[in-house]
């Protein structure tokens, strides 16, 4: 930014009065300049912050499943189930979260938003609250997995819980089927959508 520069012109007998006050005003305005500078650094030196806190990789911008074209429904799934692959291994959650959640839209849906969620959360922009708010938010999901969990699907048949746990190894070929007729779908969908506005 340009110097600022004061001007006025006094007259040639001007009072020490008039003096003062336009040395004031020359002060002034010589400290408003600094201040635009510090102000346009401090901008730039937020947004290389907000660059370097944001996670690695890949994230949403765009997560409502029900919008999403075929294209996006497969970086969500991908991101999605690399997320929440380390949320059940993280937190130990293979029983309580069956390996088929992509079979179960709700579980979908939960899970997308907690996974939204927790990236806000652990964010430099978070307020400094927020994980322990999204770990209370994982306890009342928690409680909602077992509500939806009618078909028995997490278990099979009674197991004792174990932090042992973990899901099969590779995933059960029905949670893949989901993800693979989800995508298909939407592009279904896309080919027999009318083109160029209504008819």
Same mark, same amino acid.
């Not at 003062?20 to 901008?43: F, K, N, S, W, Y």
């Not at 429904?73 to 959650?93: K, M």
């Not at 190894?169 to 027999?192: F, G, N, S, Y």
């Given at each position: 930014?340009?110097?600022?520069?004061?001007?006025?012109?006094?007259?040639?007998?001007?009072?020490?009065?008039?003096?003062?006050?336009?040395?004031?005003?020359?002060?002034?305005?010589?400290?408003?300049?600094?201040?635009?500078?510090?102000?346009? $650094? &401090?901008? %730039? @030196?937020? /947004?290389?912050?907000?660059? =370097?806190?944001?996670?690695?990789?890949? !994230?949403?911008? +765009?997560?409502?499943?029900?919008?999403?074209?075929?294209?996006?429904?497969?970086?969500?799934?991908?991101?999605?189930?690399?997320?929440?692959?380390?949320?059940?291994?993280?937190?130990?959650?293979?029983?309580?979260?069956?390996?088929?959640?992509? $079979? &179960?839209? %709700? @579980?979908? /849906?939960?899970?997308?938003? =907690?996974?939204?969620?927790?990236?806000? !959360?652990?964010? +430099?922009?978070?307020?400094?609250?927020?994980?322990?708010?999204?770990?209370?938010?994982?306890?009342?999901?928690?409680?909602?997995?077992?509500?939806?969990?009618?078909?028995?699907?997490?278990?099979?048949?009674?197991?004792?819980?174990?932090?042992?746990?973990?899901?099969?190894?590779?995933?059960?070929?029905?949670?893949?089927?989901?993800?693979?007729?989800?995508?298909?779908?939407?592009?279904?969908?896309?080919?027999?959508?009318?083109?160029?506005?209504?008819?």
């Amino acid at each position: 930014m340009a110097q600022r520069t004061f001007q006025f012109e006094l007259p040639q007998q001007a009072s020490e009065e008039q003096q003062a006050l336009a040395e004031l005003a020359e002060l002034i305005d010589t400290l408003r300049g600094t201040v635009e500078q510090l102000a346009e $650094a &401090h901008v %730039a @030196l937020t /947004e290389r912050v907000d660059t =370097l806190d944001a996670p690695a990789g890949w !994230a949403p911008a +765009g997560y409502c499943w029900r919008d999403l074209d075929a294209d996006a429904a497969r970086q969500l799934w991908a991101w999605l189930a690399a997320w929440t692959r380390w949320l059940v291994e993280r937190y130990g959650l293979a029983q309580d979260l069956g390996a088929c959640w992509p $079979a &179960h839209p %709700a @579980l979908v /849906e939960e899970l997308t938003a =907690l996974s939204v969620s927790w990236h806000h !959360a652990y964010s +430099g922009k978070a307020d400094p609250d927020a994980p322990l708010r999204w770990h209370e938010a994982l306890h009342r999901a928690r409680h909602r997995w077992q509500a939806w969990d009618t078909t028995r699907c997490r278990h099979g048949h009674h197991t004792p819980r174990s932090g042992e746990t973990l899901w099969s190894q590779p995933w059960p070929e029905a949670a893949e089927r989901a993800v693979t007729d989800d995508i298909d779908a939407r592009r279904r969908a896309a080919a027999t959508a009318p083109r160029g506005g209504t008819t």
